[in-house]
């Protein structure tokens, strides 16, 4: 009997290069350090919150609603999303008024973190393809990035904050597809709360005590 783990005898395990494996030890950290990394734009709006990694969350499942609506690769629309702020773990979140006065090297700030993991190729060629937006996939994750912000706004906005309002009426004019501006709208007017305020069993809400109000 062989008493070696499975995972020895495996032919792609042991072809594996050992500094690759350590660059994408490396890149999975770094990954992480967007859950560190704030959304900076709130400060000016005055409340809310978020981290790059909770962005990039929203962002990549909206990509894949409105990938659906379109009739687009759902698969290529989620990754552009998913990967659309990589770089932030090494450059930080520039906001508009940053942006006014710095500017960074995302491209380079991706080659960097890619290098030496096998992953370079696939992850700039999606940055190129979200950058020069030519393609629908690619209008349809910039779309995304935006309601993100949308529906971040509107949240505010139902909790009382006015500026929250005025921004949201910018956000929806930066909109590129139809199916992104008519989700927006939508989403402009629908309560963030009627998800489960008004969902499909709220005769709870009629109850006090566990009984039902006469």
């Known amino acids: 009997m062989n008493d070696a ?5 495996s032919p792609a395990l042991k072809n594996l290069d050992m500094d ?28 809310g919150s978020e981290n790059v990694a909770e962005h990039s969350f929203r ?4 990509g894949y609603v409105l990938a659906e609506m379109a009739g687009a690769d759902t698969a290529r629309t989620t990754l552009l999303c ?11 979140d520039f906001n508009y008024v940053n942006r006014m006065y710095n500017s960074s090297d995302r491209t380079r700030a991706l080659r960097d973190a890619t290098a030496g993991t096998g992953l370079s190729e696939g ?16 209008q349809l994750a910039q779309d995304a990035d935006q309601i993100d912000f949308i529906l ?10 006015t500026y929250a309002t005025k921004w949201l009426e910018s956000a929806l004019q ?13 989403i402009s007017t629908t309560d963030q709360s009627d998800w489960w305020f008004l969902g499909p069993d709220t005769s709870w809400w009629t109850r006090k005590n566990g009984k039902k109000k006469e």
């Open 82 to 92: 998913l990967f659309h702020d990589l770089h932030e773990a090494r450059t930080a």
């Open 20 to 47: 690759r494996l350590k660059r994408l030890a490396d890149f999975l950290f770094e990954v992480g350090m967007l859950r560190k990394t704030p959304r900076t734009g709130y400060q000016f709006l005055g409340t």
């Open 5 to 9: 783990h499975p995972e020895a005898q």
């Open 174 to 186: 930066r909109l590129r597809t139809p199916q992104g501006k008519a989700l927006a709208e939508k």
């Open 152 to 161: 971040n706004l509107k949240e505010q906005a139902d909790l009382g904050n």
């Open 59 to 62: 962002t990549a499942v909206t």
């Open 123 to 138: 992850i700039l060629s999606l940055w190129e393809e979200l950058e020069t937006t030519e393609s629908l996939e690619a």
